[in-house]
């Protein structure tokens, strides 16, 4: 059997080219999916996996490791000036040579941005502020009184300088925004700064171009100063026992306590090498005994190196409180200064 053909129906009508036109659109839009939902090789997937691994591994390395490497609590007492020349002071000396130490040898910390390791590190920036506050104050106080004949006499140029470099605020990094959009001049530029304006102090002091006045009155104003700050620090330590004790997660207790050492560290060497500078005003109102006491409360109080700051009770049986044990030290050595000094006012 067989079957003829429909004489009555055609070949199907040809599309239309719009018809083919998207026809073909749609075809390649297909085609274009389809090769980019294609799953990547697996070197590719592997290179990827590598790479997240390895940033993932220096990030939580970069912080940690870095600020290990970079902190550096240097309370070293053996610490003192090199190379004095004759006439030279040797506080000024010890002075110039500590901020070299803490803003080249170390890094200066608190100044430091966030994306850097040392943006981690709490107690070594507390400690470097503590001691750049006691250095800011002797150079207040070498401007005032030590480096001037009497108050009506000229300000020494270069100590004027120089008290205003080390006054500068500490956390002033290269760019700060609050200040202003453009480059600025860091805390550790303006710290080196008022370094060299004391070296050039006294190197003029050795040759006679400056003033340095080893007389009593201008002792006892300075050691005055340094009471008063230690008075000041003391009132932080009681205020924050009243406030805090006993608070095992307080995150400030360390930052008072580094902030005091670095302070004490400091004075300590000043009032070290003053007790060379001013050995004859010292001798003479029989103070050898009394003034090496007062300096070794300092160094002490500067030593002192718990493992973890607590600020438990202060008659707590197993924390500690560091805070009240470091304010000990501070209200004897104020009462040590202030022994000295009403001796020095007879």
């Known amino acids: 059997m067989t079957f003829e053909p429909d004489p009555g129906t055609g070949p199907s009508p040809k599309p239309s080219r719009w018809r083919r036109a998207w ?22 997937r592997s290179a990827w996996r590598w790479a997240l691994s390895i940033l993932a591994v220096f990030l939580l390395l970069f912080y940690p490791l870095g600020g290990l490497i970079i902190q550096n609590i240097d309370d070293d007492p053996q610490f003192g000036p090199q190379n004095v020349a004759s006439g030279e002071s040797r506080t000024v000396a010890v002075a110039a040579d500590l901020v070299t130490r803490e803003v080249d040898v170390h890094q200066w910390t608190p100044m430091q941005p966030f994306f850097m390791p040392a943006a981690i590190l709490d107690n070594m920036p507390n400690f470097q502020r503590g001691i750049m506050a006691a250095l800011g104050r002797f150079s207040t ?15 020494d140029r270069d100590l004027d300088q120089a008290r205003g470099f080390l006054n500068e605020q500490p956390t002033v990094w290269l760019w700060q925004p609050s200040v202003s959009l453009m480059p600025t001049t860091t ?19 050795a040759v006679g171009q400056a003033v340095f006045e080893r007389r009593a009155d201008n002792l006892q104003a300075l050691i005055d100063r340094i009471a008063n700050d230690i008075g000041s620090d003391s009132a932080v330590i009681d205020r924050h026992i009243i406030e805090q004790a006993g608070n095992l997660f307080d995150m400030q207790c360390d930052d008072i306590f580094y902030f005091n050492k670095g302070r004490l560290y400091a004075n300590f060497l000043l009032l070290r090498e003053l007790g060379n500078d001013f050995q004859n005003v010292i001798r003479d109102r029989d103070l050898t005994n009394a003034w090496n ?34 304010g000990f030290y501070l209200l004897r050595a104020r009462t040590q200064l202030r022994e000295i000094s009403s001796i020095l006012q007879k």
């Not at 106080?141 to 300000?155: A, F, L, N, P, Y």
């Not at 530029?189 to 190197?203: E, P, S, T």
């Not at 500067?302 to 560091?322: F, M, Q, S, T, Y």
């Open 141 to 155: 106080e070498m401007m005032d009184q030590v480096g001037r004949t009497r108050g009506s006499s000229q300000v």
């Open 187 to 205: 805390s550790a530029q303006k710290y080196r700064a008022g370094r060299d304006r004391l070296i050039a102090y006294n190197k003029r002091l």
């Open 293 to 326: 006491q007062m300096v070794e409360t300092f160094r002490v109080a500067a030593e002192l190196k718990p493992w973890i700051v607590w600020n438990g009770w202060p008659d707590a049986l197993l924390i500690p409180n560091h805070l009240a044990a470091q």
């Open 23 to 44: 026809d073909d659109l749609r075809g390649f839009r297909i085609k274009g999916r389809a090769s980019h939902a294609a799953a990547p090789s697996p070197g590719r």
